[in-house]
């Protein structure tokens, strides 16, 4: 069975620096995908960014990239230059190939200290 | 803003009550997936629907079911409510294809009272 975890249930960070959210996922699938999505206080889920399995080069949009390492499926989020509109809850979703449904990590709460 | 739309943004009933929420998915986007998140549960797939046709099924009580219309729209029914069912529920749609994001809905706040 796939599964994803997300190992810190709370992180924080110091506006302007940089902070590392972790994800592992199980699959036995050589070409998947793996996405971020930020839940703030609105509850509205955001896109944050996207990885595809085959790539070699980590994703990166704005100040979030990824370090994808595929042999230790581990899949994690870096976020650069913290802002406090950082600040919500980090999902680690991979979806399952044989209907895109995602499977969810049960997320970390990112706090951004001013 | 997704371009998903969900209705109601709240609702709040009675237990064994039954409501439906609504879902338009952004245009051109032909799937649309069902999410619950509870405290407890985190985010949980519940259906996914494709041009009409159901497409895959996660954990889904029986007294829940959905639909998804010819224009698209889709329709979560929830019966015989409990207090359990109080939750977050999310609709999703996406192009279809296994690599597609899913855009997400504002939700709907269910509390069963």
């Known amino acids: 069975a796939q599964t994803v975890t997300q190992s810190q249930p709370e992180m924080s960070v110091q506006e302007a620096e940089t902070v590392t959210l972790s994800c592992t996922y199980d699959?036995?699938?050589?070409?998947?995908?793996l996405f971020w999505y930020k839940q703030p206080p609105s509850r509205q889920m955001i896109l944050v960014i996207r990885?595809?399995?085959?790539?070699?080069q980590n994703a990166t949009e704005n100040r979030f990239s990824v370090n994808f390492q595929k042999a230790a499926k581990s899949f994690s989020l870096k976020i650069s230059d913290s802002q406090l509109g950082d600040a919500a809850m980090y999902f680690c979703a991979y979806p399952r190939n044989t209907g895109n449904q995602f499977y969810f990590g049960t997320g970390t709460s990112l706090t951004v200290i001013p | 803003d997704s371009g998903v739309t969900q209705t109601p943004k709240h609702l709040i009933t009675a237990t064994g009550q039954r409501v439906t929420l609504r879902c338009s998915p952004r245009s051109g986007d032909l799937s649309v997936y069902w999410y619950q998140q509870s405290l407890d549960q985190g985010l949980q797939f519940l259906i996914q629907y494709y041009n009409g046709e159901e497409r895959a099924k996660g954990n889904i009580l029986e007294r829940f079911s959905a639909q998804q219309f010819p224009d698209l729209h889709s329709e979560l029914n929830l019966s015989s409510l409990e207090l359990g069912d109080s939750a977050l529920y999310f609709c999703?749609?996406?192009?279809?294809?296994?690599?597609?994001?899913?855009?997400f809905g504002p939700g709907t706040r269910l509390t069963v009272t």
């Open positions: 999703a749609s996406s192009v279809g294809g296994l690599a597609s994001e899913q855009y």
């Open positions: 699959t036995s699938e050589s070409d998947y995908y």
């Open positions: 990885q595809e399995a085959y790539k070699q």
